[in-house]
């Protein structure tokens, strides 16, 4: 799902951008979640019960909060991260990033908020 910003026009009423704001909400929590959901399985199929048990057992250099914020899509992953990231889930760049939504495998590129 791509989830970029999404789109008003100075013809449209109160109701209208108030409307198009709250789908737009909507679409990222269920983003998010979707996202959320993915990583736990996959932490489940390595071996893992939690992200805190993740972060400690690999020691990955963040908190098991700010992991889930970037697996939620919340906060974007830092570029030098993702390596590290991929090697530790036993993934590819391109599944890992496909995945969360930051990449489409046809070739088009993906623009987190």
């Known amino acids: 799902m791509t989830l970029i910003r999404p789109v008003v026009s100075p013809e449209m009423s109160h109701e209208q951008i108030h ?16 996202n959320y959901n993915w990583f736990k399985e996959r932490l489940k199929h390595l071996g893992y019960k939690s992200i805190a048990q993740f972060v400690r057992e690999t020691n990955y250099p963040v908190t098991s909060g700010t992991l889930a914020n970037y697996i939620r899509g919340y906060v974007p992953i830092p570029m030098y991260q993702i390596n590290t990231l991929c090697h530790t889930l036993k993934l590819t760049p391109n599944v ?5 939504g930051y990449y489409d495998p046809r070739g088009q590129e993906i623009v987190p908020l």
Do not use: I, K, P, V
């Open 96 to 100: 890992l990033l496909s995945e969360l």
């Open 19 to 34: 409307d198009t704001y709250q789908n737009h909400w909507q679409q990222r929590q269920t983003q998010a979640q979707t």
